[in-house]
């Protein structure tokens, strides 16, 4: 799993929040996004899907488009059985 402390902006708001669930969780930025995939078990973030939301994750840091991110995170979060919407504000 990659570091949340490569460069880029992890104060960009995501598009379209995510709530999660359980703990009524509510996820706004990329590095809210971010810091949810590096508090999961280790196991799960090598899962393919979780693997693919990090990257997506990073590739939004850095490039300041952050449309995809929600998209992704959602997939894999509802392949491994966790509830996940995006909020349509």
């Given amino acids: 799993m990659v570091a949340l402390s490569e460069q880029g902006s992890w104060d960009l708001p995501l598009d379209r929040p995510i709530e999660i ?3 009524d969780q509510r996820l706004s930025t990329l590095g809210e996004v971010g810091a949810y995939i590096l508090a999961l078990p280790e196991t799960v ?3 393919e899907l979780w ?3 990090a990257e997506t994750v990073l590739e939004a840091a850095k490039s300041g488009h952050t449309a995809r991110v929600a998209r992704v995170f ?3 979060a509802i392949m491994s ?3 996940a919407r995006t909020v349509w504000e």
Avoid: D, L, S, T
């Fill in 51 to 53: 693997h693919a939301a």
């Fill in 74 to 76: 959602r997939m894999a």
């Fill in 81 to 83: 059985g966790q509830n």
């Fill in 21 to 23: 669930e359980h703990g």
């Fill in 45 to 47: 973030q090598r899962q």
